[in-house]
């Protein structure tokens, strides 16, 4: 059901400076357990005394575990006893929320501020917020906020302002040190392994790959010594525009000029299954691959009635029929917002697949580059865009309930316009995301193939109908507001100019 609730689901994954002690470990992650959270993965290494575990569950319960994950850390971890290879600077040493489904990036903001505080409030440990919920440029990086370590942080924090916390005392706590929460996408923490002992050409091999000293865009990297073997360990923080089979094959055409080769590499963690799939398409050289070609992936999309037996291109109709029929009942919901939302996932569904289809072909080989960004960007698109069909029909059940609650209100204005406000939020982040689309588009024209200019065609007419739409969404709910703050009218001044410059782009 298209205008049903999307349940909330959140990735966390919290990294603690204890890798050896499997009993402190236990006593973390049971500390983590409760209703509504699920343990994915445990991941303990002895060499950078590290472990990184992996939850998902529902919004509000999974901030509370990780919370409770902070304060268990603080109990029993000491870093001023603590060594290892890899760099820290709390018990609780960083902690990300990844959203994955029925919440977005700005969501996991919120959710990391509040974290954020409690950690400070509870235990008296300082919070820097870092990737989507840095507070300045300078702290999207982790690399950043950790420089100097728990030893360098201690002594500096205080006296610098550039250290001084976004939660709590400009102080570490004397032996948990200070903890980094934040918000990001899907992360990969992947390193390989060499067939030598010598660290530095590891540290080397990192120092050529990492996107900071002008290796591969999305790429982290250092190098450590573990297990007696060199190791580039590297993060690849977006890794459709910079897959994991391009990251392989860079670390060893470097190593081959130290006379090195990789012998293995591992995942620290989960990996999503596309990246899998984009090392399988890239490796075997499939022609016309997609992911419906794997046999659990059909089996999944057919149980789960998105998908005929027959395949893609087989009774299409029955995947989109259902939003149809909701569209043409009787009903309030889902409306015109939503359906502005889905004709934007189309279009950039559309350009994705014109994208996907030209890039890796020996005609447009020069445009690999633009063609990945392109193709990283569109679908991230999609996937807000397909959250926005359900939020707007949602946002308008609030805005009911909220005219509903005003009449028994003294003064029932407040409650409508937080209300009308989150109403207007969606259908505008829908018509932004539309106008990015039709931007991406005409960009796209001329470095694909021209044999599929139609399906551009069709995805720029989408995008236009969505940014029509999800404007006229917008003027309904703005103009429904009464101003009675300041705040209030300030949100309805950059509402209407941001509108404005939209509604002239469409133009």
Same mark, same amino acid.
Request: proline content about 5%.
């Given at each position: ?23 402190? *470990? ?37 901030q ?7 304060g ?6 000491d ?12 018990? #609780?040493?960083?902690?990300?929320f ?7 990036v700005?969501?996991? /903001? ?11 409030s ?19 990086? &982790? ?39 934040? #918000? ?24 050529? *790959? %990492?996107?900071?000293?002008?290796? &591969?865009?999305? /790429?982290?990297?250092?190098g450590? &010594? *573990?297990?007696?073997?060199?190791? /580039? ?12 089979? %391009? /990251? ?6 470097? #190593?081959?000029?130290?006379g ?7 995942i ?12 399988a ?6 022609? +016309? ?18 998908m ?31 359906a ?34 392109a193709?990283?960007?569109?679908a ?6 397909? =959250? ?9 059940? *609030? ?17 409508? +316009?937080?209300?009308? =406000? ?10 932004? %995301? #539309? ?15 021209? +044999?599929m ?13 969505? &940014? ?40």
């Amino acid at each position: 059901m298209y205008s049903q609730v999307v349940p909330t689901l959140v990735e966390c994954v919290p990294n603690f400076s204890e890798g050896r002690d499997k009993s402190k *470990v236990d006593a973390i992650v049971e500390a983590m357990k409760l209703p509504g959270v699920y343990l994915l993965d445990r991941e303990m290494d002895a060499d950078h005394n590290r472990c990184v575990i992996t939850l998902i569950g529902e919004r509000e319960a999974i901030q509370e575990a990780a919370i409770r994950g902070v304060g268990k850390a603080a109990e029993l971890i000491d870093l001023t006893q603590h060594q290892g290879a890899h760099p820290r600077m709390g018990a #609780a040493d960083v902690i990300p929320f990844i959203p994955i489904e029925g919440v977005t990036v700005e969501d996991c /903001v919120a959710m990391s501020k509040h974290v954020g505080a409690q950690i400070a409030s509870r235990f008296n440990i300082p919070v820097y917020l870092y990737e989507a919920a840095a507070t300045s440029p300078e702290r999207q990086n &982790l690399e950043n906020i950790r420089r100097g370590q728990f030893e360098g942080i201690r002594d500096d924090i205080a006296a610098n302002p550039a250290r001084k916390p976004d939660f709590g005392e400009p102080r570490v706590h004397p032996t948990a040190g200070a903890t980094v929460v934040g #918000a990001r996408k899907s992360l990969i923490a992947y390193n390989i392994f060499l067939n030598t002992a010598d660290v530095n050409i590891a540290k080397k091999i990192a120092k050529a *790959v %990492r996107f900071s000293s002008g290796g &591969l865009r999305f /790429v982290k990297g250092a190098g450590f &010594l *573990v297990r007696g073997q060199a190791q /580039v360990s590297m993060n690849l923080t977006d890794f459709e525009q910079t897959p994991i089979h %391009r /990251v392989f094959e860079f670390v060893k055409r470097e #190593a081959a000029r130290y006379g090195a080769v990789p012998t293995s590499s591992e995942i620290v963690g989960l990996i999503p299954k596309l990246a899998l799939e984009q090392a399988a398409e890239w490796f075997l050289q499939v022609e +016309n691959f997609d992911s419906s070609l794997i046999l659990e992936n059909r089996l999944a999309a057919v149980m789960s009635g998105k998908m005929t037996p027959g395949g893609p291109g087989a009774g299409l109709s029955a995947g989109v029929a259902p939003f149809i029929e909701q569209l043409a009942a009787p009903t309030a919901t889902p409306g015109g917002g939503s359906a502005a939302a889905a004709a934007a996932a189309m279009a950039a569904g559309l350009a994705h697949m014109v994208a996907a289809m030209s890039r890796g072909k020996k005609a447009y080989l020069q445009y690999e580059a633009h063609l990945s960004q392109a193709i990283g960007q569109l679908a991230q698109l999609r996937e807000e865009l397909k =959250q926005a069909i359900d939020a707007d029909a949602e946002s308008y059940n *609030v805005v009911m309930k909220a005219y509903k609650a005003a009449r028994e209100a003294s003064d029932g204005d407040p409650i409508i +316009n937080a209300a009308l =406000q989150t109403a207007t939020t969606v259908p505008l982040g829908v018509a932004e %995301r #539309a106008a990015a689309i039709a931007h991406m588009v005409e960009r796209l024209k001329p470095v694909t193939n021209p +044999n599929m200019a139609s399906d551009l065609i069709t995805s720029a007419a989408l995008a236009q109908a969505a &940014l029509t739409g999800a404007l006229a969404n917008v003027d309904i709910n703005i103009g429904s507001m009464k101003p009675g703050t300041a705040e209030e009218q300030d949100f309805i001044d950059r509402t209407l100019e941001l509108s404005a410059a939209l509604k002239a782009q469409a133009r």
